[in-house]
């Protein structure tokens, strides 16, 4: 499904924080997104309304919404593999 992909400051700084690869791969997942390519999974628990979006070593988490009859790919979160759910989930937790 191709949908306009929209990105949060979070997912904004991360992406600029990366060396140059892993930045590459972050972009060229996100123009997949967009295109309806990309390897994306629907994220099961507690995380069930979200998606990930897997790009090398990273994973930004986003979350379908339709807007004016249109797909469009909230990209919420992003992280190394290893930590995106954890750090995400905690930030769902209520304060």
Known sequence: MKARV?????????IGKQAPQPRKRLRDAL????EGRADIKALEGRLSDYHRLRAG??????????EHGHPVADCIFAAERSLVYQL???GLSPA
């Open 57 to 66: 070593s990273h994973r930004v988490v986003f979350r379908y919404r339709v």
């Open 31 to 34: 123009h997949r997104l967009a």
């Open 6 to 14: 929209q990105l949060s400051d979070q997912v904004l700084a991360h």
């Open 88 to 90: 995400f989930e905690q």
